[in-house]
């Protein structure tokens, strides 16, 4: 128990410490660092587990380890070196990583050579070592790089001393091509030009991996005689101050997020900032907006340039304040904005009008049904990316043991396991604390498999087996929740009364084999869940995110998970057991949700990852649409996150009023209960609901947004999963080193951009979601494989890195991809509600069968490979065909009719309408002529994206950069500069290749250095 009072006190200092603390609170025990850095952590205090979420646990082994006393410490783990003891850490801890750091605390005990600190690797020709004496004459701290190919590095230091602490960090920096060593803090060795690809020196198949402390690879060695403590794993090459901080082991100083702390590349004030070295002026602008709410100001100007250049339309950044205190009254303020690598200063005259009368639109759009719409093959007769990625998670999902996704809820309920179940890794493990998420994840993934697979019978049924199978399990098991089991000991019925678990003295997260609480009868009625409902409770009583037994992960979000899937499953099918199950928890949620106070519910929101819920709001209130009954739509505004929708309780001001209250949050944690007050507006009509997302939505895409569609990656504060401390500093607080663009951030803003179509049919919405859905989802799936992106990094030189190829782990992000490739034909259509009108969205190959019009509409094309597509009527019927002209269609788009010239309107960014009495055999063709164009970044217009019509091409790097890709192109015309073959979007540029991102699987660029001549 001590270690865990131990633990909480360093977990409340650094909370109050913590200078993002307004905002969110109760982070996690991390070094400042960010924790997406960080692979594992090993205290080695009184075991070898993981303290990280990566649960990479690692083992003990031999005769005389043991954790023993020690003054400094505490408690550590002794080596003797006689014994073959040592530390085996999972190779895993080696997956996919491009930079590599390990530190730690080490007591040396003798100096016998040979002996090794850290050793790593596939075998003794290709590993890494850090040894402590060295070999031959020269004594000293050895650190040694040996390849497969021959090539051998090696760093030497002055030896460690024998008989006391040291802490040591080796940083192994690739795209710098160094090797350093730092002793206490400081930096002790370096070698330099040392170029080396970790995916080279370790094995991709992770089984090939070795990883070990205190045993060397090559197996006659001696072991290591020391003690151990603290030993920390990062993915990204640590910083000197970064060091000198984990020294320090200051932890109560874990989350201070001022500044940067990673060395980024910089430019000078007066590099060229792109076509706004031409820039000779911009238009000034009027904006009105209504009392209490924060204009909507244009992001681009209209901008005059010099020299004969046609630039584009001026990004401007304009002030973003925390409050709406400008606009409180009537009247009129003028704004001053920025325009980077430029004097010039647009000033925007915002007019304060009248109060706001509550007014947003009505729901006019309906979506089509996956069944109503088919995947075809392009016009050459090859399956399209979509196809091909669709194909390959249906045929894998279709391979899956349903049982193995029910493993965890068999667990928590006590059963036996039937014979072939093998529980899942990764976030689904025994004592994970988020287990059962992916289960929710297949839910809706089998739910969509079943409804998209009409073209394949046997495939249909036997996802349709899954969905029945997995509801029957998940009700029989909820059904036992709160009641006497026929042995008749006592039940508790009542959710909100719910006591400790049977022999322990409070709730705790414990869900090891042997600690985990099995007793449901007193869990309360409707209870379902991969866990017992300790960590709900805990929750409400203020624990915070951790891997402790009094720490929780995220309940909430899990539960999200379970409820969409068994409503999807109900929508597709028509399962009443899987609405009952839904029914049920909603109750339980319910009744302990509404017992708490407002202040509670306001502290549990805005708890880092602890509070994240998902779209607990969407569900509670899709349950009440589904049912009519109120009291889910009561529960689902418990939901409401008050400090971020409203500012606070009294609703002063939030993204209800454009405020934007989400800059340095998490991002994932958020977007779901954004599209939950869509949802909200749906069922209630209450408008700031509606208010709330639309604000959003402008402001992510707008000032958080990559060029693939991805809006997380915080250098500020250091986590690769937040939005940036400030809105439209994408250069100067992105780019995190960890990665950038987590997945499912982008499923889920696909997901609200969808919706918000429905409402309000602005074209700028599917004009994103084309964007994330060729740049982000298509391009986060491995070649031939299901395996599919975390975070995809934009840093120069960097590389995919995917996991999870055979559905038994899952990250967030793999949870999300089943969704994702089994939905893909889902926003190509909509139609009006009143079946009036039918918008064609996408351009992508597929046969829609538009049942109340009785009509089928073929899109027949091979775009993105070619620019043109072929709508064909079959049927007949009277309707608006509304065409997306996209944004990107600077030359707009030409429209034939049975073959004949149209003189329609196209202009980008707009719908062209084709109203017409439609006939059998009627043919629409579309041509959007593709231009190539640049899309900076906003706060560093230098570097920037090159697309090809909506198609990021990104540049094929044969190795790992410190530095952006520098190209120059011609300012008049960029695609002078370019060569290359529009038909397999294959080009070069000064003898590079460049390939669309969702075609590139090697080391890229998406980000140039860009000049113009
Ligand atoms: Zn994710």
Redesign the pocket.
């Known amino acids: 128990m001590k270690i865990y009072r131990l633990l909480a006190f360093i977990l409340l200092t650094f909370c109050c410490l913590s200078t993002i603390a307004e905002a969110q609170s109760g982070d996690q025990i991390l070094d400042g660092i960010g924790e997406t850095d960080l692979i594992a952590r090993y205290r080695l205090d009184v075991d070898a587990k993981d303290w990280s979420r990566n649960n990479l646990h690692a083992l003990v082994k031999g005769a005389d380890a043991a954790f023993i006393k020690d003054k400094k410490f505490g408690n550590v783990l002794s080596l003797s070196g006689k014994e073959k003891s040592f530390v085996s850490i999972p190779a895993e801890t080696l997956t996919g990583v491009e930079s590599l750091s390990i530190c730690g605390w080490v007591f040396l005990q003798d100096d016998r050579q040979g002996q090794v600190i850290f050793d790593m690797g596939t075998d003794t020709k290709s590993h890494f070592s850090v040894s402590p004496a060295g070999n031959g004459s020269k004594g000293g701290l050895i650190t040694q790089i040996s390849t497969a190919a021959g090539t051998k590095h090696k760093t030497l230091a002055k030896a460690l001393p024998i008989g006391q602490w040291s802490h040591i960090a080796i940083i192994l920096d690739i795209p710098s091509k160094s090797v350093s060593y730092y002793l206490n803090g400081k930096k002790a060795a370096t070698s330099d030009e040392v170029v080396l690809d970790l995916s080279k020196l370790f094995g991709n198949n992770m089984g090939q991996n070795y990883f070990s402390i205190g045993r060397p690879l090559a197996t006659d060695g001696p072991y290591l005689n020391a003690k151990l403590h603290d030993v920390r794993i990062y993915r990204i090459p640590l910083n000197p101050r970064q060091v000198a901080n984990i020294y320090g082991k200051d932890e109560n100083r874990v989350n201070e997020r001022k500044e940067p702390q990673d060395v980024f590349q910089e430019f000078p004030a007066d590099r060229p900032q792109l076509f706004n070295e031409y820039l000779t002026g911009v238009d000034n602008v009027q904006v009105e907006t209504k009392v209490g709410h924060l204009p909507r100001l244009p992001r681009y100007l209209k901008g005059r340039y010099r020299d004969g250049v046609d630039g584009p339309m001026v990004r401007v950044i304009w002030p973003a304040p925390k409050d709406n205190r400008t606009v409180l009254e009537v009247g009129q303020y003028t704004i001053t904005g920025k325009i980077p690598g430029s004097s010039i200063a647009p000033t925007a005259t915002v007019t304060i009008k009248g109060k706001d009368k509550g007014a947003a639109p009505e729901q006019n759009l309906e979506a089509f049904g996956l069944g109503e719409v088919t995947l075809d093959t392009d016009t050459h007769g090859h399956s399209s990316k979509f196809i091909e990625n669709r194909d390959k998670f249906i045929t894998t999902l279709a391979k899956t043991n349903p049982d193995d996704f029910l493993y965890m809820f068999r667990n928590a309920f006590g059963q036996q396991q039937p014979a072939g179940s093998k529980p899942l890794g990764v976030w689904d493990s025994q004592e994970t604390k988020l287990r059962g998420h992916a289960t929710g994840h297949y839910l809706t993934a089998i739910a969509q498999a079943y409804a998209s697979t009409g073209y394949d019978r046997t495939l249909q049924s036997n996802f349709a087996e899954k969905m029945a199978h997995m509801v029957n399990t998940l009700f029989e098991l909820s059904q036992m929740s709160g009641k006497p089991t026929s042995s008749g000991n006592g039940h508790t019925a009542d959710p909100t009364a719910v006591p400790v678990g049977p022999g322990k003295a409070s709730y705790d997260s414990d869900l090891s084999e042997e600690g985990i609480r099995t007793d449901f009868w007193n869990w309360g009625e409707g209870f379902i869940s991969a866990y017992p409902p300790d960590q709900f409770i805990m929750l409400e009583q203020g624990a915070k995110y951790g891997g402790q037994k009094d720490q929780v992960w995220a309940p909430y979000y899990t539960l999200h998970k379970i409820l969409a899937g068994l409503m999807d499953i109900y929508e597709v099918s028509g399962n009443e057991k899987a609405l009952e199950v839904a029914k049920d928890m909603g109750y339980w949620v319910a009744a302990r949700l509404g017992k708490l106070p407002t202040e509670t519910l306001i502290s549990m929101w805005n708890t880092y990852i602890a509070g994240e819920f998902g779209g607990m709001n969407e569900a509670l209130s899709r349950l009440y649409r589904i049912t009519n009954e109120p009291q889910y739509l009561e529960a689902a505004k418990l939901f409401d996150n008050i400090t971020v929708f409203y500012g606070n309780s009294d609703h002063i001001h939030g993204l209800a009023k454009n405020v934007d209250t989400f800059r340095g949050l998490h991002a994932?944690q958020h977007i779901p209960q954004i599209m939950g007050t869509l949802e909200m507006y749906r069922n209630t009509k209450s408008a700031p609901y509606y208010h709330i997302a639309d604000n959003f939505w402008h402001m992510a895409t707008n000032d958080y947004m990559y060029s693939i569609g991805g809006v997380a990656g915080a250098r500020t504060p250091a986590n690769a999963?937040c939005f940036t401390s400030e809105p439209a500093t994408l250069y100067k607080n992105g780019f995190s080193a960890g990665g950038q663009n987590?997945?499912?951030?982008t499923?889920n803003m696909l997901k609200l951009s969808r919706n918000l179509f429905l409402f309000h049919q602005d074209p700028a919405y599917m004009d994103y979601y084309e964007r994330g859905l060729y740049n982000h989802i298509l391009a986060s799936v491995a070649e031939n494989s299901p395996a599919n992106t975390?975070?995809v990094p934009l840093r120069p030189g960097s590389i995919k890195q995917f996991g999870n190829p055979e559905m038994k782990g899952f990250?967030?992000?793999?949870?999300?991809a089943i969704e994702s490739s089994t939905k893909l034909q889902n926003s190509i259509y909509f139609k009006s509600a009143d079946d009036k009108s039918l918008y064609v969205n996408l351009f992508i190959p597929s046969t829609l069968k538009w049942k109340n019009q009785n009509v089928t509409i073929v899109q027949a094309t091979a775009f993105p490979k070619e620019d043109h597509t072929r709508l064909t009527i079959q049927g007949k019927g009277t309707f608006d065909l509304k065409v997306r002209v996209p944004q990107w269609a600077t030359k707009g788009m030409t429209i034939k009719i049975n073959g004949k010239d149209e003189k329609i309107k196209a202009v980008p960014g707009s719908y062209a309408t084709i109203s017409r009495k439609w006939k059998n055999g009627d043919t629409i063709d579309l041509r959007i002529p593709f231009q190539f164009h640049l899309e900076p970044v906003m706060d560093q217009q230098n570097l920037a994206s090159l697309f090809y019509g909506p198609i990021l091409l990104a540049a094929q790097e044969d190795e790992p950069r410190k530095e952006w890709r520098k190209v120059t192109l011609n300012a008049k015309n960029i695609g002078q500069s370019i060569s290359g073959d529009p038909e397999k979007l294959n080009f070069t540029i000064n003898g590079v290749t460049y390939k669309p991102f969702y075609d590139t699987y090697g080391r890229h660029s998406v980000y140039l250095d860009v000049s113009l001549e």
């Open positions: 994932n999963e987590e997945t499912c951030a499923y975390y975070h990250t967030c992000c793999n949870g999300t």
